[in-house]
């Protein structure tokens, strides 16, 4: 059964550093997701991204956020300059199509800000 | 500002009884209801999506329930097994433009044998 995979599962990096967080959705999905769940909270969405540009985005994807979609496959998310507060498990997720499709989410990656 | 409220935060029960999860929503205007289950560490995984016209969905042994008047909604877990043990999450998004999702805290159901 096709999946959305997610690499690092866990990166640690200190503060201040860039980091690149990488997914692969489903090979036939044109939707994509970020979202983030800080330990013992709920998720929150971060943006979606379709046709090669961002749909929509939360007011915590500010400056420091950026997507891309580099080739056919991968789907990133870069946080410029990481904060103590970013710490969180980061998930992707995609789907087939928008609003009432269902979306199909990674694994996460945790990212710990030291 | 739009809250999605979840009750019980936690709840307790035995293999093969019944159990329901409430979601109450204030977020306007309504796009969808989406139900989903969380394993600790890792990614939610979608049980139901409902739109404004959609009353009763089900999904195997969970089934969940619409009132858009009084913007609320249900999970019934039927016959629960030691796999359900997990977080539900309740999710409304809006209509009119932004997408943007509200996530509910999820209740923790923990399944003793």
């Known amino acids: 059964?096709?999946?959305?995979?997610?690499?690092?599962?866990?990166?640690?990096?200190?503060?201040?550093?860039?980091?690149?967080?990488?997914?692969?959705?489903?090979?036939?999905?044109?939707?994509?997701?970020?979202?983030?769940?800080?330990?013992?909270?709920?998720?929150?969405?971060?943006?979606?991204?379709?046709?090669?540009?961002?749909?929509?985005?939360?007011?915590?994807?500010?400056?420091?956020f950026s997507v891309e979609r580099p080739d056919g496959s991968n789907f990133t998310l870069k946080i410029r300059s990481t904060k103590l507060e970013d710490s969180a498990m980061y998930f992707c997720a995609s789907s087939a199509s928008g609003l009432t499709y269902e979306q199909y989410f990674g694994p996460g990656t945790r990212l710990t800000v030291t | 500002k739009n809250q999605v409220e979840q009750s019980p935060q936690s709840l307790i029960i035995l293999e093969g009884k019944n159990c329901t999860l409430q979601c109450n929503y204030t977020v306007s205007p309504f796009s969808n209801l989406r139900w989903y289950k969380q394993d600790t560490g890792r990614g939610p995984v979608s049980l139901t999506i409902m739109t404004f016209s959609e009353n009763t969905k089900s999904n195997g042994r969970y089934t969940a329930t619409l009132d858009a008047d009084t913007k609320q909604s249900s999970l019934h877990i039927t016959a629960s097994q030691l796999s359900d043990s997990a977080s539900y999450i309740c999710v409304v998004s809006e209509s009119g433009g932004s997408y943007i999702p509200t996530f509910g805290r999820g209740t923790s159901l923990i399944v003793h044998p």
């Open chain 1, 1 to 64: 059964e096709p999946e959305v995979t997610q690499t690092p599962s866990h990166q640690v990096t200190q503060m201040g550093q860039e980091v690149i967080l990488r997914c692969v959705p489903i090979s036939n999905h044109l939707y994509f997701y970020w979202y983030r769940q800080i330990l013992g909270q709920k998720v929150e969405f971060l943006v979606s991204f379709y046709n090669n540009e961002i749909s929509e985005k939360s007011e915590i994807f500010d400056d420091q």
